[in-house]
């Protein structure tokens, strides 16, 4: 099973991050992290590396069900979404598949969720994709 949902865009990084943090909010999902991948590598081990953020997004009500259906679920959340630069002028945004839950949990009421969290990633990843 692929644990991702990635589209790639002709576009620079930073306006495509902003793009992405606007179709997630869109669909309902806030910000509640954002890990600066370059400047962490950078500052903690002294390497260079692309432009790359992680989103840790966060729908409330999803979440809520989803942590209702199986308490250790919260180790998965949040919905962790990747912007990263591949080059000038290109940008992969990923999301993780919220199938993967699905997956790795017994509780049958997380399929539901899953569903619903996937359409709504997949929706904002379509936008992103659709305004580059």
Same mark, same amino acid.
């Given at each position: 099973?692929?644990?991702?949902?990635?589209?790639?865009?002709?576009?620079?990084?930073?306006?495509?991050?902003?793009?992405?943090?606007?179709?997630?909010?869109?669909?309902?999902?806030?910000?509640?992290?954002?890990?600066?991948?370059?400047?962490?590598?950078?500052?903690?081990?002294? @390497?260079? +590396?692309? %432009?790359?953020?992680? $989103?840790? =997004?966060?729908?409330?009500?999803?979440?809520? !069900?989803?942590?209702? *259906?199986?308490?250790?679920?919260?180790?998965?959340?949040?919905?962790?979404?990747?912007?990263?630069?591949?080059?000038?002028?290109?940008?992969?945004?990923?999301?993780?598949?919220?199938?993967?839950? @699905?997956? +790795?949990? %017994?509780?049958?009421? $997380?399929? =539901?969720?899953?569903?619903?969290?996937?359409? !709504?990633?997949?929706? *904002?990843?379509?936008?992103?994709?659709?305004?580059?």
């Amino acid at each position: 099973m692929s644990y991702a949902m990635t589209v790639r865009l002709s576009a620079g990084f930073a306006p495509t991050l902003e793009r992405v943090r606007a179709a997630l909010k869109d669909q309902g999902f806030g910000v509640l992290t954002e890990i600066d991948m370059r400047a962490t590598l950078r500052e903690k081990l002294g @390497v260079e +590396l692309a %432009d790359y953020v992680i $989103l840790g =997004a966060c729908n409330p009500p999803l979440a809520h !069900r989803a942590v209702q *259906a199986d308490p250790a679920i919260g180790l998965l959340l949040p919905c962790n979404v990747v912007v990263r630069a591949e080059g000038p002028d290109c940008t992969v945004v990923q999301a993780m598949d919220p199938q993967v839950m @699905v997956q +790795l949990s %017994d509780a049958s009421e $997380l399929r =539901a969720v899953a569903d619903e969290a996937g359409a !709504r990633l997949r929706a *904002a990843l379509d936008a992103v994709s659709t305004d580059a």
